[in-house]
């Protein structure tokens, strides 16, 4: 990985070196040096950011597990809708999402598609069964390698309708370089990052217990084959 787009994610704290060239991106209030993004949830206050760490905490699968990268489980239940968790899986942050049903919808909005440069999943980023509208297995739950495809940096969750202008429909901003995602993770056009933001392999266990890291049940896909993480 480059050294400019390095970024490692250590717990669920997220550190990114900055990039110096972000005159034309929209301000954000950070340094151009070093800084540290909250992962665990949205937009929430501090206050309410450090309210859910015993949650996000709890759900940190076995570091064994984790360095052997084999299948996690995670407890989806107490994520809220709008919300997103941030997990590890193979030393790569996996975003989860659960989408509103307005969420969902602007995933179909004709003038979003036309703005996307692979609107329908053409690229292999991600399994046969999230090459759909939704980039998932069930529409609500959205499941990512948050990873940006352009030089490696954390992409941020900024799901507001609105929040980085009157066009955006929500999702996900890079601020090392300004590549945009959708709230399916697919790359707007115009941006440096070349692919959608790449699906691991995923199933549900349970209705409520996400199993990362294994293909339901018939499926072959292997991450290895995917274009780029």
């Known amino acids: 990985m480059p050294a400019e787009g390095r970024a490692c994610l250590t717990g669920y704290i997220a550190e990114v070196d900055m990039a110096t060239d972000t005159e034309d991106l929209p301000v954000f209030p950070a340094p151009r040096r070093d800084f540290l993004v909250i992962v665990a949830g949205s ?3 501090i206050g309410g950011a450090a309210a859910l760490w015993p949650f996000i905490d709890s759900m940190e699968p076995a ?10 489980d995670i407890d989806i239940a107490p994520v809220s809708p709008g919300q997103q968790i941030i997990v590890l899986w193979r030393s790569r942050p996996i975003f989860i999402v659960r989408r509103t049903p307005e969420e969902l919808k602007t995933l179909q909005v004709a003038a979003t598609l036309a703005n996307l440069r692979d609107p329908n999943s053409a690229v292999l ?10 980039r998932s297995i069930k529409p609500e739950y959205l499941v990512l390698v948050g990873i940006c495809t352009h030089l490696g940096c954390i992409p941020t969750f900024l799901p507001g309708v609105g929040t980085l202008g009157p066009a955006w429909p929500g999702g996900y901003f890079c601020p090392c370089h300004g590549s945009r995602y959708d709230l399916a993770g697919r790359v707007f056009k115009g941006v440096p990052a070349p692919y959608n933001l790449p699906v691991p392999p995923h199933r549900f266990a349970t209705d409520t217990t996400l199993r990362i890291g294994e293909n339901p049940a018939g499926s072959k896909f292997d991450f290895s084959a995917i274009e780029q993480v």
Do not use: C, K, R, S
């Open 63 to 72: 570091a064994d597990t984790l360095a052997a990268g084999a299948p996690i």
């Open 43 to 45: 937009l929430a206050a």
């Open 125 to 134: 980023q991600q399994p046969e069964y999230a090459t759909n509208w939704h």
